[in-house]
């Protein structure tokens, strides 16, 4: 087999994995180290404090918005466990015979195909179950119950090993849990032992007392992923608790990602007949999402903004893949660390109040990158000569410039979301949609272009001046509602004056309609003379045009549809209009495009043809098609391959490894053998690994070769 030329540079053993990058391009340095990277450490370290805050501030309004959403569920969930075994007991005397339940109580929560988010909401469930109905509380994963030995070993050692349940003699009894047969028998035993005799009065309890929970607290047994358990383990592990269900309180709770339905696929009728089933329903994702848009992203509260294409590419995330709104909160997590990470102007970031202070506090190097910033550099060509001079010269003057546009922004801001939730109440309804059903979609076409430009727009306009009475005025009274009552002042009128036009549509039928002027004289002339086809088509065409006479509900209605379309054309600009919009937007769609929805092939592929791409260590820094003997095993066993056909034999491939990783110097015999064992272990694993990504695949045409998968390097 041919190879290129390999460098013979003696190289120390597991060179790569060994060494010690300097602190420089050290890969696991803090997110400060990165920000004190930058051009100026000083406002670096700025950057980052007001990142952190800014993150902070989003993410606290985000944990509230989350827990406002799931509460009714889980209050529901939380009554149904407390309430299924109240007459519960230990007793099987006569005297509780009704006491005893025949069928395991079953919440079947449906939580929606956003599977990411799952783990979120099912951590504060069980949490939540911990706190205010049961101590005895275990959630069970598929991935960790192949078989049904492990189920009860995963159930039982949730339920015994929880330290709040143990008394100050029973912690010593701990360490011999692990000594008893992982069966219900012994669940059975150990909570008839504890919760049937009372405890000695003098001894204190760790745990919660009786007074907080019930006498008999129920064991809840929570399935994360339903659909993805083997049918079998699931069917016999309900089968034994079933035999239990007189002994123990056992409630499940079962997390279903598409419908009930899934249960009844997964458990024939002998099985699902143990179960009494009540079904809860939790929030769809898309709910979720419309809260976190409308009260954190579109709201003049955070400074921060998405640019239109980010803002697009993350709402395509969601609705084409994954529908999960945890991982479009990450998306916008990154997207607010590369802005203030990438882009020095993002110093100036910050509320209102705090913006004087913050650009009084402004350097040199930081007004100079503002000036860098292309917007301002669009300014300050279209200034006056003088004023050029000034703002490219004179940093107190650019300093009042630059606090001049943001607070534009800022008041622009103030302005603009009111205005645009009122533009979505009234066209959301029409036919068509042209203006989309959802308020994101308004938001998306404004954030790209001026919106009253467009001929979505247009149509929509058009849409209104053909409203019924009973509908335009529904939707002013929506539109006035929308608007709210905390309104900047600028817009304080602007209800008031749809106020005065509700009114006005009380007394049209005290104004007379105006009767339409007949022009006898042209209509007998149009009727009575006789013409030729085209001048009959030339006259029917200019009686067309002539106005129609409007009657007074229309002329009303045209004066309020002018009046809205008044109003949007003034408060509702593209953000990028204004000088600065670069500091308040972040629209890197490109970057946020690689990092979030990257491919995975071309990302293995250019860790293993260039290393050094994710690595940044000096070693592997080389130019593209050299083989070093300092890039790690499977980088090189990766480029080797890519010299071969379809067929690799194994023999020259390990030649050509020891070739490239070690050197022409004899050595002794018996530490050469030595060295050989190494090195065939280092090959052997190498080729496993790539085997395991998918590059290559045994093969039985020949005993001693692989097969090749792949075709074309990076």
Same mark, same amino acid.
């Given at each position: 087999?041919?190879?290129?030329?390999?460098?013979?540079?003696?190289?120390?053993?597991?060179?790569?994995?060994?060494?010690?990058?300097?602190?420089?391009? #050290?890969?696991?340095?803090?997110?400060?180290?990165?920000?004190?990277?930058?051009?100026?450490?000083?406002?670096?370290?700025?950057?980052?404090?007001?990142?952190?805050?800014?993150?902070?501030?989003? $993410?606290?309004?985000?944990?509230?918005?989350?827990?406002?959403?799931?509460?009714?569920?889980?209050?529901?969930?939380?009554?149904?466990?407390?309430?299924?075994?109240?007459?519960?007991?230990?007793?099987? $005397?006569?005297?509780?015979?009704?006491? @005893?339940?025949?069928?395991?109580?079953?919440?079947?929560?449906?939580?929606?195909?956003?599977?990411?988010?799952?783990?979120?909401?099912?951590?504060?469930?069980?949490?939540?179950?911990?706190?205010? %109905?049961?101590?005895?509380?275990?959630?069970?994963?598929?991935?960790?119950?192949?078989?049904?030995?492990?189920?009860?070993?995963?159930?039982?050692?949730?339920?015994?090993?929880?330290?709040?349940?143990?008394?100050?003699?029973?912690?010593?009894?701990?360490?011999?849990?692990?000594?008893?047969?992982?069966?219900?028998?012994?669940?059975?035993?150990?909570?008839?032992?504890?919760?049937?005799?009372?405890?000695?009065?003098?001894?204190?309890?760790?745990?919660?007392?009786?007074?907080?929970?019930?006498?008999?607290?129920?064991?809840?047994?929570?399935?994360?992923?339903?659909?993805?358990?083997?049918?079998?383990?699931?069917?016999?592990?309900?089968?034994?608790?079933?035999?239990?269900?007189?002994?123990?309180?056992?409630?499940?709770?079962?997390?279903?990602?598409?419908?009930?339905?899934?249960?009844?696929?997964?458990?024939?009728?002998?099985?699902?007949?143990?179960?009494?089933?009540?079904? @809860?329903?939790?929030?769809?994702?898309?709910?979720?999402?419309?809260?976190?848009?409308?009260?954190?992203?579109?709201?003049?509260?955070?400074?921060?903004?998405?640019?239109?294409?980010?803002?697009?590419?993350?709402?395509?995330?969601?609705?084409?893949?994954?529908?999960?709104?945890?991982?479009?909160?990450?998306?916008?997590?990154?997207?607010?660390? $590369?802005?203030?990470?990438?882009?020095?102007?993002?110093?100036?970031?910050?509320?209102?109040?705090?913006?004087?202070?913050?650009?009084?506090?402004?350097?040199?190097?930081?007004?100079?990158?503002?000036?860098?910033?292309?917007?301002?550099?669009?300014? %300050?060509? !279209?200034?006056?000569?003088?004023?050029?001079?000034?703002?490219?010269?004179?940093?107190?003057?650019?300093? #009042?410039?630059?606090?001049?546009?943001?607070?534009?922004?800022?008041?622009?801001?103030?302005?603009?979301?009111?205005?645009?939730?009122?533009?979505?109440?009234?066209?959301?309804?029409?036919?068509?949609?042209?203006?989309?059903?959802?308020?994101?979609?308004?938001?998306?076409?404004?954030?790209?272009? @001026?919106?009253?430009?467009?001929?979505?727009?247009?149509?929509?306009?058009?849409?209104?001046?053909?409203?019924?009475?009973?509908?335009?005025?529904?939707?002013?009274?929506?539109?006035?509602?929308?608007?709210?009552?905390?309104?900047?002042?600028?817009?304080?009128?602007?209800?008031?004056?749809?106020?005065?036009?509700?009114?006005?549509? $009380?007394?049209?039928?005290?104004?007379?309609?105006?009767?339409?002027?007949?022009?006898? &004289?042209?209509?007998?002339?149009?009727?009575?003379?006789?013409?030729?086809?085209?001048?009959?088509?030339?006259?029917?065409?200019?009686?067309? &045009?002539?106005?129609?006479?409007?009657?007074?509900?229309?002329?009303?209605?045209?004066?309020?549809?002018?009046?809205?379309? !008044?109003?949007?054309? &003034?408060?509702?600009?593209?953000?990028?209009?204004?000088?600065?919009?670069?500091? *308040?937007?972040?629209?890197?769609?490109?970057?946020?495009?690689? /990092?979030? !929805?990257?491919?995975?092939?071309?990302?293995?592929?250019?860790?293993?043809?260039?290393?050094?791409?994710?690595?940044?260590?000096?070693?592997?820094?080389?130019?593209?098609?050299?083989?070093?003997?300092?890039?790690?095993?499977?980088?090189?066993?990766?480029?080797?391959?890519?010299?071969?056909? /379809?067929?690799?034999?194994?023999?020259?491939?390990?030649?050509?490894?020891?070739?490239?990783?070690?050197?022409?110097?004899?050595?002794?015999?018996?530490?050469? &053998?030595?060295?050989?064992?190494?090195?065939?272990?280092? *090959?052997?694993?190498?080729?496993?690994?790539? /085997?395991?990504?998918? @590059?290559?695949?045994?093969?039985?045409?020949?005993?001693?070769?692989?097969?090749?998968?792949?075709?074309?390097?990076?």
């Amino acid at each position: 087999m041919q190879h290129k030329p390999y460098n013979t540079n003696k190289p120390t053993k597991l060179k790569v994995i060994q060494h010690k990058p300097t602190n420089n391009n #050290n890969p696991t340095q803090l997110k400060a180290d990165y920000f004190k990277a930058c051009e100026h450490p000083v406002s670096g370290d700025f950057r980052q404090s007001t990142c952190d805050l800014t993150w902070e501030e989003i $993410d606290q309004e985000i944990q509230i918005l989350r827990s406002d959403l799931n509460s009714k569920i889980f209050d529901d969930l939380l009554a149904f466990t407390s309430s299924c075994h109240e007459k519960f007991s230990l007793d099987h $005397d006569q005297d509780h015979k009704d006491s @005893f339940v025949t069928e395991i109580p079953t919440a079947a929560l449906v939580t929606g195909v956003n599977t990411p988010d799952h783990g979120v909401m099912f951590s504060t469930l069980v949490e939540l179950l911990h706190e205010r %109905v049961s101590p005895l509380v275990a959630i069970l994963r598929s991935k960790d119950c192949n078989k049904v030995k492990n189920v009860l070993t995963k159930t039982l050692g949730q339920l015994l090993q929880n330290p709040d349940m143990f008394t100050d003699e029973e912690e010593d009894s701990i360490a011999n849990t692990k000594n008893l047969p992982c069966t219900l028998s012994t669940l059975s035993a150990w909570y008839n032992t504890k919760y049937k005799l009372p405890h000695s009065p003098t001894k204190k309890r760790k745990s919660v007392t009786i007074s907080e929970h019930q006498r008999y607290p129920p064991i809840v047994i929570v399935f994360e992923d339903l659909e993805s358990w083997v049918p079998q383990i699931l069917q016999d592990f309900i089968t034994i608790c079933s035999n239990y269900i007189h002994h123990l309180p056992i409630v499940f709770v079962f997390g279903i990602a598409t419908s009930v339905a899934a249960v009844h696929r997964l458990l024939p009728n002998t099985v699902s007949s143990l179960l009494c089933m009540e079904k @809860f329903q939790a929030p769809p994702s898309t709910e979720y999402l419309t809260l976190v848009i409308n009260q954190i992203i579109m709201t003049s509260k955070f400074p921060f903004k998405l640019g239109s294409k980010v803002f697009q590419l993350l709402l395509d995330i969601f609705l084409y893949h994954d529908f999960s709104v945890l991982n479009f909160i990450k998306g916008l997590q990154f997207c607010i660390l $590369d802005h203030f990470f990438s882009f020095p102007c993002s110093r100036i970031l910050c509320h209102h109040e705090d913006l004087h202070q913050t650009i009084k506090d402004l350097k040199h190097h930081d007004i100079e990158s503002v000036r860098m910033a292309p917007s301002f550099m669009r300014y %300050v060509e !279209n200034s006056q000569p003088k004023q050029q001079i000034d703002l490219l010269e004179n940093d107190d003057y650019t300093k #009042n410039i630059i606090e001049k546009f943001m607070s534009q922004i800022n008041k622009y801001h103030e302005l603009f979301f009111p205005v645009l939730r009122c533009l979505h109440c009234l066209v959301s309804k029409l036919p068509k949609h042209p203006l989309g059903k959802q308020l994101r979609e308004v938001y998306s076409m404004t954030l790209g272009s @001026f919106i009253c430009e467009t001929e979505q727009y247009k149509d929509a306009i058009e849409l209104l001046k053909m409203m019924s009475k009973d509908e335009l005025t529904d939707l002013m009274k929506a539109s006035i509602q929308e608007l709210g009552q905390d309104l900047h002042d600028d817009l304080q009128d602007i209800p008031q004056d749809l106020e005065r036009f509700l009114q006005r549509f $009380d007394t049209l039928h005290e104004i007379p309609e105006e009767e339409e002027e007949n022009d006898s &004289k042209e209509e007998s002339t149009l009727h009575l003379e006789k013409t030729d086809l085209h001048n009959l088509r030339k006259k029917l065409m200019e009686a067309g &045009k002539k106005s129609k006479k409007l009657s007074p509900y229309e002329k009303l209605r045209l004066e309020i549809v002018d009046y809205y379309d !008044n109003v949007f054309r &003034k408060y509702m600009s593209c953000p990028k209009s204004f000088p600065l919009h670069e500091v *308040f937007y972040y629209d890197s769609a490109a970057d946020v495009k690689r /990092q979030l !929805n990257s491919s995975p092939r071309s990302a293995v592929q250019t860790a293993l043809a260039t290393p050094h791409h994710y690595l940044q260590c000096k070693c592997c820094d080389m130019e593209p098609g050299i083989i070093s003997s300092t890039m790690p095993d499977l980088c090189i066993v990766y480029k080797l391959h890519l010299e071969c056909t /379809q067929l690799i034999n194994l023999f020259d491939w390990l030649q050509a490894f020891v070739t490239v990783v070690t050197t022409g110097e004899e050595e002794e015999e018996g530490k050469k &053998k030595a060295v050989d064992k190494v090195l065939q272990a280092r *090959f052997i694993r190498a080729v496993s690994e790539l /085997q395991f990504l998918g @590059f290559i695949k045994p093969t039985k045409r020949k005993t001693d070769h692989v097969a090749r998968l792949t075709w074309g390097g990076c």
